[in-house]
DNA sequence: TAATATAGAAACGATGCGTTTCGAAATGGT
DNA sequence: ACCATTTCGAAACGCATCGTTTCTATATTA
């Protein structure tokens, strides 16, 4: 049965309770430097809660205490290393689309931030609250910083056609990167470049 | 305790035993479209295997005995569904580009084939069986005549950009069809077309 | 008829889930 | 100092699913 009307809040960035014990930060970074080590070796779909908890030296009550869910649990784990978002307009609307692009090879070329995020975006079903954090996160700022930028640069291009651009961008680094893990070598990003900015770079 | 050298072969296909009861074609049909009943109606997560035996009234033993693993039962049961593979040379490059993207996007947009693709692609490390099977049956086919295909519209394109432009298009149609689950519109073949080959149509 | 192979029923131990209960520890308010 | 509050760790719960095993019955061929 439900508590109810317990507290609520549960986020370490929230306002700690007036009264009482207080979170123990060392349990917190028991538990996230587990799951990251846990994850680097085993993968997402291996990682248990009961592992995490005995890794850790934790009882499983406090794990669900702070996180409801396994995606979650991950996602704060491998925050720092997720770095896709909004890019600076520089002035420069090719460069601002380049630096779209790097955004995305670059944090999919982490091993710990790539394992999440491919977790993220395939188990959308499974974990529709991991799913939609991430997109709303991450990925929705990306798309509307990108489609500024692809819109600087291609003028006519059209609002479907920028999106369709992203599209391109995201599912094929996704596809080199995080499904067939090749390694970024061949200019990936040149060549993302040339795709999506065909007529723009005449300067070779 | 491992049996050893019981029977080994195990699909359908193959030869039957001189002697002996033989398969039951009701109890594979059954299971089979349970299979795909349930993976259409839950997803292929929540697909159990002992669900599906209660449901096809067929005992767990029997399924084990032909499908070792849940992704040989579901690549089977969508096998018809799925159409990626070579595409015939006509003599128009253009077109056999054209067909190589297509054959994608129509499978891609069948539910049931779907669902069973999307598996077998994001369960890579969980499965990797399944994921094999997947990229030897269907995936290596296609990338090698649609390299040809794309290699006969850009004599000059390169090895490696060839391989970089099937990562877009597969890529892009995987993005679009299955991560965000978009309807098959704004033609997505045509703008796939205007990207991977740029210059040959000039015909506006 | 004998040998062979499949089918169904039922149970096994193992694993992980999410939850609950309990007692101990640590803080702030009074 | 004492109490209210909150967290922590330990342990156990019922549940679901896994892959396997055992047993008996059935179907087919040599």
């Given amino acids: 049965m439900r508590r109810g009307l317990d507290c609520e809040r549960s986020r370490m960035s929230d306002e700690r309770p007036k009264r009482g014990r207080p979170r123990s930060r060392a349990s917190r970074d028991a538990i996230l430097g587990t799951v990251r080590r846990r994850l680097l070796a085993d993968g997402y779909q291996r990682l248990t809660m009961e592992a995490v ?29 997720i770095s896709i978002g909004p890019v600076p307009e520089t002035g420069d609307p090719r460069s601002d689309v380049e630096a779209t692009i790097d955004q995305v090879i670059d944090t999919f070329s982490r091993p710990l931030a790539s394992i999440v995020i491919f977790a993220a975006i395939t188990t959308g079903g499974d974990d529709p609250v991991m799913a939609r954090s991430f997109r709303d996160r991450y990925v929705h700022p990306w798309r509307a910083s990108g489609a500024a930028a692809l819109g600087r640069a291609l003028p006519d291009g059209g609002e479907s056609g920028v999106q369709f651009l992203l599209d391109v961008i995201f599912g094929t680094v996704f596809q080199r990167l995080l499904v067939l893990r090749e390694p970024n070598t061949h200019g990936l990003t040149e060549r993302l470049l040339a795709v999506v900015l065909p007529a723009v770079d005449a300067s070779h």
């Fill in 53 to 81: 908890a005995e890794e850790a030296g934790v009882s499983k009550a406090t794990i669900y205490r702070w996180w409801t869910t396994k995606g979650e649990l991950v996602l704060e784990a491998a925050e720092a290393e």
